[in-house]
């Protein structure tokens, strides 16, 4: 099973890739830039270096805060 875990309840954005349990892939980025700007093409970046198609994700997981929001 592949798992694309995403976090972006802090400053730092964050994603890891991870195969049976066993990370494979992990990303974080801490810039002035907004998570709208930097989250999509970080993931890009890392299925491609990865060589992992998007189809082949079966469970994606998001940490939900708190944040600035919550």
Do not use: W
Request: hydrophobic residues 40%; contains cysteine; proline residues 4%.
């Amino acid at each position: 099973m592949i798992v694309l875990s995403v976090d972006t309840s802090t400053m730092i954005s964050s994603c890891a890739l991870l195969e049976d349990g066993v990370i494979i892939g992990e990303m974080n980025i801490n810039q002035q830039k907004t998570h709208s700007e930097t989250l999509v093409p970080m993931i890009k970046d890392m299925l491609e270096r990865l060589e992992v198609e998007p189809e082949k994700i079966d469970l994606y997981a998001v940490g939900k805060g708190p944040g600035s929001f919550t």
